[in-house]
């Protein structure tokens, strides 16, 4: 019988063991069997390796409930770190993570605007350089950089699909163009995707790992995460519900459907609609004309959203409208999905929140079709600015503490391109 | 270092390479280690089992492309056998399948309409034994009973969230008074969940694992399968597409949300447009006031796809009505999964597929998000009619062949409620 001999645990145990660690903060080895369902004899090879690399410590001995005390163990944090960029038309936001997604480090700066490509990587690797050297940690401690941007990102060529102020981005060798600068690995992903695998790592869900995060920075998109695993779809662009419709006679979008989320919806219909009402322009200082340089989409309906706050009703009722159809999607994506938690995030949401959430929830509430089955728990982020940095920090940790060299089997829920079993028959 | 001496393989890996075994025909083990990831010692073991078992046979020797000739494993689909059992309200479906899941026998029989479920299951328990017996079967070797249904069903309170026309159903215990009237082990679930897994197991899905099937008998609905496994969601509800916005100001649905699909493009609503037309009425046959019984919102809707099939121009316009609204849904649905591959399926599709077809790809190749980094396949069923009641079958085998008592892991994908990993720790 060939093969059958081996016994080398796989590269998938290492990962799946490192997150059982991380999430649970203090474990024990009977406890990580329990919770990954791997056998002992797996896990004591794992573990083992693990803390030959200096990835995990052990840390001290638990009471047992008879017996003799387990030895618990913990990541050993400070081991490893990782950078994350959030780039975005509105602004670069930057994180140094330690091994278990802590940020240790963070800085935010102007964003991408017109700027050719080119010069905004040398621009990132100035400032990432910064990131690094401010918070003084030795450079051969960082495992790589994670940058994560609107619309699906391949190694190959960069950003597809990008909205119109990011289209000169399109086809940029982006990946080989941040290594080349940066000196270190680049991964590449979804700016909504990182979001929800930010939100999860940072800590602020803690009593599930399967939920959508619903974003909203320049345009819509939302994260969606199982079993605290990203799930990408066949081509990085699952929870794309900027683009789903939500009014099959809705005006045309950018993308050319009808109808979608985005145009009826998103900040740039709001300010549109804000613009074109002059007292309202007026008051929420919607002056771009006059500026050298007009303001981003972004901090424009920022502007707008503030002015809802001061209490301006044509502001409100313009966030309440755009509220009504993103509750609607948010509807459409928690009823595809059955979830049980949605967390509102993204820099657009961080500030116009407290209008939207109670409109998604009461949307929620009264028409969620499995209503009657379970609540959803919609929830604003507690880290909405930070969270795709620390996503994309995250992705980081996962693809470079277990190479895909190594052995790596892309999760279930992760993979791109999903071969049929019946293909490795035969042998 | 406490339970790492354990080296039973777990049951999630007898259910892994039973189902490699099965998807590929025949393979060999070290076939069976590439497709899974397992080790060869796992592998060894979970192998020696099966054919102890009788599940598996040895099957001859495959050439090597060195070394000796690698043995050939197949599953020995005599061996075990289950009953999959389909209930709409406009008709039962019967299927008796082997343990590959191929059909050995099947019968179909009239609907549950207003009769009183008591009644619905001694019938069903007569008709499983002449399903059974009629086929030859030893009943020893008979695994149990699948039984799909609209809505999420739980073995505690049966159905939920039944359309109106099965209201008297909901929260009868079905799963209690099967098993009491057959003697078989019973599992419950979704008809739509059911026909993805169908369409799958049926063996007219070889080039993905990865797909949903958009579900049209009664109602509308959809099934996800990913890497081969059922989505379920938080409640059995997932990808209920029947019941999402495609036209936020649109009329208001029975689940109580306004502009659902199937209140816009639903069986029903076709029949409802239809019967308002007094030629198309005469025309497609819809005289049902004048007979004892009216028939079904299916064979109703069945006689005017007939109609329309023969030209008539009023039927045609109702039914493309439909399929645009439909297709907005289908699109809404491969945009939020990322999807390559969608299957039209159930009665109602069986029947009228050929209109609805080229609505649906037309809008997706038109509109769909991301187009532009793939294409997404778009197939009539060619087991429309028995797809739920073969994916019923195949949750039996799934289930009986790896009993959650012998410690199966739910698969990632399929968790119900999922429990943080952290609540691991500390042991």
């Known amino acids: 019988m060939n093969g059958a001999g081996r016994s080398i645990p796989h590269a ?41 690399d200096g990835l995990v410590l052990e840390t001290g001995r638990a009471e047992s409930t008879g017996g003799k005390p387990r030895v618990l163990l913990q990541l050993n944090r400070p081991a490893r770190f990782a950078v994350g960029v959030h780039l975005d038309h509105s602004g670069l936001t930057y994180v140094l993570t330690d091994l278990s997604g802590a940020v ?7 964003g991408v605007g017109a ?20 918070a003084g940690v030795d450079r051969s401690r960082v495992l790589g950089l994670g940058l994560v941007a609107p619309g699906p990102l391949t190694a190959a060529s960069g950003m597809r699909l990008t909205p119109p102020p990011m289209r000169h981005w399109e086809d940029y060798p982006l990946d080989r163009a941040l290594r080349e600068a940066t000196g270190m690995p680049v991964v590449l992903d979804n700016d909504a995707t990182a979001a929800a695998l930010g939100e999860y ?5 803690q009593d599930t790992s399967t939920f959508a995060a619903l974003y909203m920075c320049t345009g819509i998109g939302s994260g969606l995460l199982v079993n605290g695993l990203t799930y990408h ?46 007292a309202l322009a007026r008051s929420a200082g919607l002056t771009g004309e006059r500026k050298r340089v007009r303001p981003t989409v972004a901090a424009e309906f920022a502007s707008v959203a503030r002015a809802a706050r001061r209490g301006d009703p044509a502001a409100r009722a313009l966030l309440e409208r755009s509220a009504r159809y993103l509750a609607v999607a948010a509807r459409t994506l928690v009823t595809i999905m059955d979830l049980e938690l949605l967390v509102l995030t993204g820099a657009s949401l961080a500030i116009a929140g407290s209008t939207y959430l109670p409109v998604v929830r009461a949307e929620l509430d009264r028409a969620f079709f499995a209503r009657g089955t379970h609540a959803v728990d919609v929830r604003l982020s ?30 279930a829920n992760l993979a791109a391109s999903d071969p049929h079993p019946a293909r490795a028959g035969g042998a």
Chains 1, 2 share one sequence.
């Not at 002992?40 to 083992?48: K, Y």
């Not at 080119?118 to 400032?127: K, Q």
């Not at 081509?235 to 989320?261: L, Q």
């Open 12 to 52: 998938s145990s290492r990962a799946a063991v490192l997150d059982v660690i991380r999430a649970a903060g203090t474990i024990s080895r009977v406890g990580i069997i329990e919770a990954t369902g791997f056998t002992g004899a797996t896990i004591s090879t794992v573990v083992r390796g693990l803390i030959d």
């Open 104 to 110: 240790v480090a963070r800085m935010t700066r102007a």
């Open 115 to 134: 700027e050719d490509p080119p010069l905004v990587v040398g621009r990132m690797a100035r400032e990432v350089d910064a990131l690094v050297d401010g």
């Open 201 to 205: 790592w940072s800590g602020s869900i």
């Open 233 to 278: 779809g066949a081509s990085g662009n699952a929870g794309e519900i900027g683009h789903i419709c939500v009014d099959a006679d809705g005006p045309e979008c950018w993308c050319g459907a009808r109808g979608c989320t985005e145009v009826l919806a998103g900040p740039a219909s709001v300010v549109a609609a804000a613009r074109a009402d002059p």
């Open 382 to 411: 507690k880290s909405a600015a930070t969270a795709p940095a620390i996503g994309a920090a995250t992705m980081v940790l996962q693809t470079e503490l277990v190479p895909l060299n190594q052995g790596l089997r892309v999760p």
